[in-house]
Each structure stands twice: as structure tokens, then as C-alpha cells.
């Protein structure tokens, strides 16, 4: 049964369905990201352009399920990010800091292949690799970003982190990471951003 709004009840317990396959709830609305809410994060600004000329597609989709941003309680979701590339690099999200910076974030890797690239403001920089059944932990401070390497099917990964944690995506929008995940003769290479702005 679809619910009217992602308010889910938090006094009582709440069991959601997330789709192993799709990693979608037919429950609760998803967030999408379009190609177009991409504007300035790939660093081929001319492949973005072609592209986006061509079709706005869907990069990726999240859950935000409304609950209250307070300490006590935890925000959870899956992340649905599709296979493709802008340029040579891969389609990823956003990537954020929290606004409190110093809370952390887990990721359980439920299909397919790719990276979590981290990064916090001393320029520390943390890359694990996602595949199925792997549990990758944010430390605190560190922004994080999803990227897909598969050239075929979506990455999917559950999230949880404390609910009043917030999301910070402004200085990643100016700013970038330092590092991008670009495709280099079929295969995923880290390379420095060379529009990364200090
Ligand atoms: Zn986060």
C-alpha cells in the first residue's frame, strides 16, 4: 500500500520494504537526482552540455523518509545511483559534508560495483570500494560521495546516519573533492581534480 507522505511513525516501530533487485520501496516516495541537478559537478563541462542536450536522465534516486531531525533519532534510505558516464567520468551523487561535521554515516552495499570517495577539510582522503555485502563506515568529518564503475547495472546502498546530522552539498558544489573517478582504458583510475578550488 503507497503511504500519502514519508512521514513515517518514529513513537512506534516501522518495518519498509527496499527492493533487493531495484533497491526502490513501493512504499514510500524516492528523491530523484536528474542530470540537469548536475549542473557544475563534472568536471567535462562540453560532455555535460551534449548530454544534457540530448536527455535529461536520471543519475540517481534516495530516500528521505521525514524523520525528526533530532539526536535521538537515526535517517535511513537506500541510494539508487545508474550506470553511465559524463566525459570519461562515472555518474556519482553529489557528495555532502554533514552540517554537523563531526557525525558519521554508514553504507551497506546491497548490488552492484563502484566507490565511496571521501574527503575531510584537513585534505585527508578515504576511497573504499563498494560491492554487494560490503558495510562501509564515514568517519566523522569526512564528505562523501557514491560513484558507479559498472557499466551495466545500478549501485545500490542502505545509509543510516543521526537524523539531525544535515547536509551541507554547497561546498562540494564549489568547491569539488579533491580526487575524481574517471573510466582510463575500461577500468576505474582515481585521478586528482584538476578544477578542485581552494
Ligand atoms: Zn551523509
Known sequence: MKRKSNDIPIKKSTALFFD???????????????????????????????????QDSLIYEFYELGIPKTPHHLAYGTTILYPGKVGNEYFMTKGHFHQKLATAEVYYCIKGHGMLLMEN???????QKFSPGIAVYVPPNYAHRSINTSSSGPLISFFAFRADAGHDYKTIETKGFRKLIVEQDGKPKVIDNPNWNR
Open 20 to 54: 533487493l533487485v531495484t533497491g526502490l520501496s513501493p512504499e514510500v516516495h524516492s528523491k530523484k537526482r536528474m542530470l540537469s541537478d548536475m549542473k557544475g559537478m563534472y568536471s567535462d563541462k562540453d560532455a555535460y552540455e551534449i548530454m544534457l542536450d540530448q
Open 121 to 127: 577539510p584537513m585534505g585527508n582522503v578515504e576511497i
